[in-house]
């Protein structure tokens, strides 16, 4: 039932910006994070920034990139700016969540969007 939703890829130029956002929707009780892996073509899925306890970027994206959410509505947001083309990659959103108040939290994954960046 639980979904993530991404959206706010495209083709954007070296130097240039986009927004990518995430929402969860479904049954629901309660999320301890939100955040964003990306996957580039032949190498592992590599975190990006996570938003709970903590914030945490990884150091390649440190001082251009920023997450932020939106408790009410369930959403999270990665502000992506100075882009290079090593950022190119499917862009994946992630929830650590609860569906009821009784079970155990865990992990799901949104369908992932493209970010491509070219000239």
């Known amino acids: 039932q639980v979904q993530l939703v991404e959206s706010g890829g495209g083709l954007v130029q070296p130097g240039g910006s986009l927004r990518l956002s995430c929402a969860a929707s479904g049954r629901i009780f309660s999320i301890n994070a939100m955040g964003w892996y990306r996957q580039a073509p032949g190498k592992q899925r590599e975190l990006v920034a996570t938003?709970?306890?903590?914030?945490n970027y990884a150091d390649s994206v440190k001082g251009r990139f920023t997450i932020s959410r939106d408790n009410a509505k369930k959403m999270v947001y990665l502000q992506m700016n100075s882009l290079e083309p090593e950022d190119t990659a499917v862009y994946y959103c992630?929830?650590?969540?609860?569906?009821?108040?009784?079970?155990?939290?865990?992990?799901?994954w949104g369908q992932g969007t493209q970010v491509t960046v070219s000239s």
């Open positions: 992630h929830a650590d969540l609860k569906t009821t108040v009784w079970d155990q939290s865990r992990f799901y």
């Open positions: 938003s709970g306890g903590r914030t």
